[in-house]
Nanobody, 114 residues
């Protein structure tokens, strides 16, 4: 059974930083692409960043230059380093394993105060 567990969310002031982590179990982590998505109140879930099995990354335009996705295959963990946070980054952030289907974590709340 594939499981994803996120951590690292919280409340931070505008301009601050947070690092999200997502630990994966129940599957071969290294061969799968991983992603971070977010969903703000009243809005659809949107893609934030992805990283493939070879380490190639892709970012939403709104976070380029501020967010960095990375992975540690030995720890079966994917990270999202966020700097320069803005109030509009406030959302529940979800980790996803991109395999034959999308597997989701439970989400972690990120709140950025102005």
């Amino acid at each position: 059974q594939v499981q994803l567990v996120e951590s690292g969310g919280g409340l931070v002031q505008a301009g601050g930083s947070l690092r999200l982590s997502c630990v994966v179990s129940g599957t071969i982590f290294s061969v799968n692409a991983m992603g971070w998505y977010r969903q703000a109140p009243g809005k659809q879930r949107e893609l934030v960043a992805t990283i493939d099995s070879g380490g190639s990354t892709n970012y939403a335009e709104t976070v380029k230059g501020r967010f960095t996705i990375s992975r540690d295959n030995a720890k079966k963990t994917v990270y999202l380093q966020m700097i320069g946070l803005k109030p509009e980054d406030t959302a529940v952030y979800y980790c996803a394993l991109i395999g034959s289907r999308l597997y989701w974590g439970q989400g972690t709340q990120v709140t950025v105060s102005s």
